[in-house]
Structures are given as structure tokens and as C-alpha cells.
């Protein structure tokens, strides 16, 4: 049985773990990053500014969890043209009442500011995401003539590298079919970890197959010279784990 590796929030394990399982796999999964929301205040304070009209971005199904903490959020974000990255995302915020309004082809930063393409200039444009959101998003929407207001409802910081020993001494043996990364910073961390146990990332990954979600997590390790063997069709987990399951049956 194929033994697939991969970091998510510690949120999403359970759920991830249990699909990546039910698809056949043997699974080693861990959080790499830690999620420290925003103060409920300041967020409230600029739910307090949406104005009808108002075009808001969700980059993330957790920006949307993290919102649904304030119970002013529904109502504020009511008369607003809403955007979500993804399926997730949207799933995420019809959890919360909220109707996601569009969704880019490509769910990524540069997917959404396609997707808004023609219609923000002279608008207000709220993104609502992670403190590590790309810089693509933002740019391109100034570009476009948007009025871009950039909120950063939670932070993300590499969690404890002793949370991830498991996945790396079966990693430094060997005995990792495929390791998968859904983020810049979730590959970058895991580097990371692996250099700060003495284990040479690059060659210990060399040894496996690669998956990755979406341009910027491919970006990020080829920058730290891990070939990606993997790319689903969308950036989606669960395309991810068929484009995997794929892989390996042809193979």
C-alpha cells in the first residue's frame, strides 16, 4: 500500500487524513504551521465598513472560519459581491450563511484577480486571508484600479519541528512513497524542520514522489531544488490525492 505524507493546520487533519485513507492510502499527516487568529475586535471594526457593493475576497476556508467568529459577520458582508478562491472556501462560508457570488478557474491569487478582471476599478475591494497572503492579489487589483483594503483575520507561524520527527525518520528510511505539500509556507517549513534534525531535505524527497497544490507551493520547492513529480488540475486537496492515487497506478 502506498504511504503518503503531508502537512496541514491542525483543523484539517482529520478530514484530510480520513479521504487521503479512504482512497487506499497508508497516511503519516502533521501540522507544519501553527494559525493564530486575529483579535475579534479589529476585525469587527472593519466588518463595520462594508458598504453595499463592496467586493470581499476569502483566499481560504480558514479566513472564512476565522471570520465566522464574529457574530457580526453575516449581516455585514449581506450586501456585499463575494468571492471565493475555491470550493473549499465556499463550502466554508455557506456553513456560515454566506453565498459565495463568483469563483475563479484557477483557484489562486492570480486566478482571482483574472476572474475580476474589468470589474473593480473604482471599487472597494476587501481581501480577507492569512498574513502570508501573495502579494500577487493585492498588486493586481490596485493595478486593475480597485481600491484594495488587505486584512489579515489570522497569522501563520512553522509549528514545533517535533511535531513533524515521525514523518521525517520514516522519510530519512525511506519509507515514504510520496510526500504532498499544499502551501508555500507548509513546504518551506518542512525544509526546514528536516535541515534542523540534520536530514538533507532535497535527497530524502529525491527519493519520493512530490505532489503540490497550486504555482506558488511548485514555485517554493523548486526555489529549494525538490523536483515536483505531481500536479493535479485543480488546487484543490482532494484533486491532489486523485492526481496521487493516479500516479501510482500507472506506474
Known amino acids: 500500500m502506498t504511504l503518503i505524507a503531508f502537512t496541514r493546520p491542525e483543523r484539517r487533519l482529520r478530514e484530510s487524513v480520513a479521504l487521503a485513507e479512504?482512497?487506499?492510502?497508508?497516511?503519516?499527516?502533521?501540522?507544519?504551521?501553527?494559525?493564530?487568529?486575529?483579535?475579534?475586535?479589529?476585525?469587527?471594526?472593519?466588518?463595520?465598513?462594508?458598504?453595499?457593493?463592496?467586493?470581499?475576497v476569502f483566499t481560504s476556508a480558514t479566513a472564512?472560519?476565522?471570520?465566522?467568529?464574529?457574530?457580526?459577520?453575516?449581516?455585514?458582508?449581506?450586501?456585499?459581491?463575494?468571492?471565493?478562491?475555491?470550493?473549499?472556501?465556499a463550502e466554508a462560508l455557506e456553513r456560515l450563511g454566506v453565498a459565495t457570488d463568483t469563483?475563479?478557474?484557477?483557484?489562486?491569487?492570480?486566478?482571482?484577480?483574472?476572474?475580476?478582471?474589468?470589474?473593480?476599478?473604482?471599487?472597494?475591494?476587501?481581501?480577507?486571508?492569512s498574513d502570508r497572503g501573495s502579494r500577487a492579489l493585492d498588486r493586481g487589483l490596485a493595478a486593475m484600479g480597485a481600491e484594495v483594503t488587505d486584512f489579515a483575520v489570522y497569522s501563520l507561524t512553522p509549528a514545533d519541528p517535533k511535531r513533524l520527527e515521525g514523518i521525517l525518520e520514516a522519510g530519512r528510511e525511506g519509507r515514504i512513497d510520496v510526500?504532498?505539500?499544499?502551501?508555500?509556507?507548509?513546504?518551506?517549513?518542512?525544509?526546514?524542520?528536516?535541515?534542523?534534525?540534520g536530514i538533507d531535505a532535497v535527497a530524502m524527497l529525491g527519493g519520493a514522489k512530490v505532489a503540490a497544490i497550486g504555482k506558488p507551493t511548485i514555485d517554493m520547492l523548486i526555489s529549494l531544488g525538490v523536483r515536483v513529480d505531481v500536479i493535479p488540475e485543480k488546487a484543490t486537496f482532494e484533486c491532489m490525492i486523485a492526481a496521487v492515487k493516479e500516479r501510482f497506478k500507472t506506474e
Do not use: H, N, W
Not at 510526500?179 to 534534525?197: D, N, R, W
Open 103 to 129: 469563483m475563479p478557474d484557477v483557484y489562486s491569487s492570480e486566478g482571482i484577480v483574472e476572474c475580476l478582471s474589468g470589474s473593480v476599478k473604482g471599487k472597494r475591494v476587501v481581501l480577507l486571508r
Open 22 to 56: 479512504s482512497e487506499g492510502f497508508t497516511v503519516m499527516a502533521a501540522p507544519s504551521l501553527e494559525i493564530a487568529p486575529c483579535d475579534v475586535s479589529e476585525l469587527e471594526l472593519l466588518l463595520r465598513t462594508v458598504e453595499r457593493g463592496d467586493i470581499i
Open 64 to 89: 472564512a472560519e476565522e471570520c465566522g467568529r464574529s457574530p457580526l459577520f453575516k449581516e455585514s458582508v449581506s450586501g456585499a459581491f463575494i468571492v471565493s478562491i475555491g470550493p473549499g472556501t
Open 179 to 197: 510526500f504532498a505539500f499544499t502551501s508555500p509556507l507548509s513546504a518551506q517549513s518542512f525544509v526546514e524542520a528536516a535541515e534542523s534534525m
